[in-house]
């Protein structure tokens, strides 16, 4: 018999509001996959080849997009599919300390060339107490007070990173504690590339299981709140989200980076799922204007997005010219250096969706709303989205 994994995968059906399970079944000799429908007991997708699956992505706690649906993979279907692919998958916490926050990109790459996923991110400034709170593990220890004033002087990014020994591993990326230390034995690692000296060392990462759990549930409570809140503000910024496509694609580093370097700020940062009821009143606007207006729904539920808010001068203006024209090919032939020439696939999968409406047609149809209010519309969606979605 062909070797086979199962998982458990649960899927939110929007237009029946219900929960369904299944189990999933990946064979991977030739790569296809085959679910079950747990509740009807019957088959609901016969073994079938689907390359957009790739074996390291199947993991517990992980998400994956089978023919458009986004399936939550919550447990193991046999032992043998445990054993085989779970044993060694973990989740910690990475923390980009105040220092490091504009080489978020650059960090984010090093993350995914370790094999690790980023599966939550949030941009978060402390307050003191909350940074004290945070560290309580060294409150008796002499640099307490240094640390904790550092860590909340200004805004860090959480993430939930998972993978093979993810606690261990971030750890070896991050380097020597001492980025003096990094900078002589580890040149390469985090701190030895971003950190000053002993405590402004640019990041930290949980030391073990234990302290994983706690530190996430610090920043991404499982039940009650929202953790620390984002650090959005509103004012002189627009907001741009980071469509899946791109971040399946690994595109997340390289794309903050160059907008950092192109000299934008991130305002905010927060990662999020939004679901198909979001996406379609997020895309509202375009609605019986631009054809791929279905499409755009189903690309922007199809996985994890990442929501930035982009601050600048004029920054819906500025920020718009940056990404370039809707439609990649255009792109490529007016603008070659925009994001969208440079990653973009279609104009559906262009990367980025920025705040703004990318045909003089939707213009004319939401004349009566007019432009800052779109974006507020905008805004205000994604942060609702937002906060949906942590919950
Ligand atoms: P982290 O917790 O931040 O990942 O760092 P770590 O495990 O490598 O180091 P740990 O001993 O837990 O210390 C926590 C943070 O405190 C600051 N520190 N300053 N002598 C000093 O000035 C000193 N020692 C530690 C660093 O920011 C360190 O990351
Ligand atoms: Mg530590």
């Known amino acids: 018999m062909d070797e086979r994994f199962a998982f458990l995968a649960e899927w939110y059906d929007p237009s029946a509001a219900l929960l369904r399970r299944y189990q999933l ?183 073990s299981l234990a302290s994983a759990a706690r530190e996430l549930e610090f920043f991404f409570p499982s039940t009650t709140g929202h953790g620390p809140s984002n650090t959005a503000m509103y004012s002189d910024c627009t907001c741009c989200i980071i469509k899946p496509h791109a971040i399946s694609e690994v595109l997340t580093g390289k794309i903050l980076k160059s907008i950092i370097e192109n000299g934008f700020e991130i305002s905010a940062l927060q990662m999020f799922n939004m679901d198909r009821v979001n996406a379609e009143e997020f895309l509202e606007v375009y609605k019986g204007v631009v054809a791929e207006y279905t499409n755009m729904v189903d690309e922007l539920c199809s996985g994890p997005c990442m929501a930035l808010e982009i601050h600048a001068t004029d920054a819906p203006r500025t920020f718009r010219e940056f990404c370039g024209p809707a439609d990649p090919e255009i792109a490529r032939h007016l603008r070659p250096t925009t994001l969208r020439a440079l990653y973009g696939k279609n104009k559906v999968q262009n990367v980025i969706h920025c705040t703004d409406l990318p045909e003089d047609g939707i213009l004319e149809v939401s004349s009566s709303k007019s432009h800052s209010n779109v974006m507020q519309e905008l805004h205000s969606h994604v942060l609702y989205s937002v906060s949906f979605c942590s919950r």
């Open 25 to 207: 079944l990946y064979y991977p000799k030739d790569g296809s996959v085959e679910m079950f429908d747990m509740k009807n007991q019957r088959t609901f997708l016969r073994r079938t080849k689907f390359d957009e699956i790739h074996p390291e992505d199947l993991f517990v706690g992980n998400r994956v997009n089978i023919f458009s649906r986004q399936l939550n993979l919550v447990g193991y279907g046999d032992q043998y599919t445990a054993n085989k692919l779970g044993s060694k998958k973990e989740r910690t916490l990475a923390m980009i300390k105040p220092d490091a926050v504009t080489k978020v990109g650059d960090i984010i790459q090093m993350i995914y060339d370790a094999n690790l996923i980023v599966t939550k991110a949030k941009m978060t400034k402390l307050t003191w107490k909350q940074a004290a709170d945070f560290y309580t593990e060294h409150q008796s220890k002499s640099f307490f007070n240094n640390l904790v004033q550092f860590v909340s002087s200004g805004p860090v990014i959480a993430m939930e990173l998972m993978g093979d020994e993810a606690v261990s591993t971030w750890r070896k990326v991050l380097g020597p504690t001492d980025s003096g230390v990094a900078q002589k034995d580890a040149a390469n690692s985090l701190r030895g590339q971003f950190g000053t000296d002993g405590t402004k060392n640019a990041g930290h990462g949980s030391d």
